[in-house]
């Protein structure tokens, strides 16, 4: 897969892009991620990219030019089918977008700063407004590397193992389910008994269950378009809930 992320702040992603997953990803070729700086797109001696906002207000607007010319130079190397704008009025980001953007060959990501982008580009350049959640942040750029780390996640290869992307919360739909390691106790905590023995069944069922649990107490909004196997698992915890002597603490 390819991403095209057009910033006039290249040094902001240098590191992020470089490192750990991503990093590695791009190194074994699975992705292939190219900074564009739309000032290199900008004419007159100053390379001006904003501009004041016609009707007056604070802040700069950035404008139509550069930013059209820096997405028309990628024509040869990108499809352009979708050019995500990230913008705190864009749709929600979550897992089935991450999905959709996920199964593109090729995106292009444009990071905006000041005040926000000219509406022309929103209207006749962008295909996608994407925003990473209800607060402002002072540019694209950080919402840009969520955008490519989540993306490149689901990408075959990028994750070493499949299962841990299979066990991601979101991935199924429904909060992920708790996760421990050595040592068996500590401070007296002790690992639920079912994932020191090898039952793979049994374990499976049990991190659905709490994966059910932690929905339905953190995130009960998720809890639609459940299987039959998980209603009967939630008809279980519900049963629990009635019983005193929480059987939680059994159950692990
Ligand atoms: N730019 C500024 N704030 C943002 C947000 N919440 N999501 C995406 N892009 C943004």
Not at 61 to 84: H, K, T
Not at 201 to 223: F, S
Request: hydrophobic share 40%.
């Amino acid at each position: 897969m390819r991403i095209d992320i057009l910033t006039l702040f290249p040094e902001l992603l240098e590191t992020p892009l470089r490192t750990s997953l991503l990093g590695r990803a791009v190194e074994d070729g699975l992705l292939t991620v190219a900074v564009t700086n739309p000032r290199d797109f900008a004419g007159g001696r100053h390379r001006t990219v904003d501009d004041e906002p016609y009707g007056g207000g604070a802040g700069m607007v950035m404008q139509c030019g550069p930013l059209f010319a820096a997405v028309e130079s990628l024509r040869d190397r990108n499809s352009l089918r979708r050019i995500v704008l990230m913008s705190p009025r864009g749709r929600r980001l979550d897992q089935n977008l991450v999905r959709e953007l996920a199964a593109e060959p090729d995106l292009v990501i444009l990071c905006a700063r000041y005040e926000g982008v000219d509406e022309r580009v929103s209207r006749a350049l962008v295909t996608d407004e994407v925003s990473i959640g209800d607060y402002v942040l002072s540019g694209g750029e950080l919402p840009a590397l969520v955008l490519v780390e989540a993306v490149s996640r689901m990408i075959p290869g990028v994750v070493g193992k499949w299962e841990s992307v299979d066990t991601d919360s979101f991935y199924h739909g429904v909060l992920g389910p708790p996760q421990y390691t050595r040592p068996p106790e500590f401070r007296g905590m002790r690992v639920p008994e079912v994932l020191l023995g090898g039952n793979h069944a049994a374990i499976g069922r049990w991190r659905r269950m709490e994966a059910l649990r932690a929905t339905r107490e953190r995130r009960p909004d998720l809890l639609e378009n459940l299987t039959s196997e998980d209603m009967d698992l939630l008809a279980e915890l519900e049963a629990e809930r009635g019983r005193p002597n929480t059987d939680k603490e059994k159950s692990q």
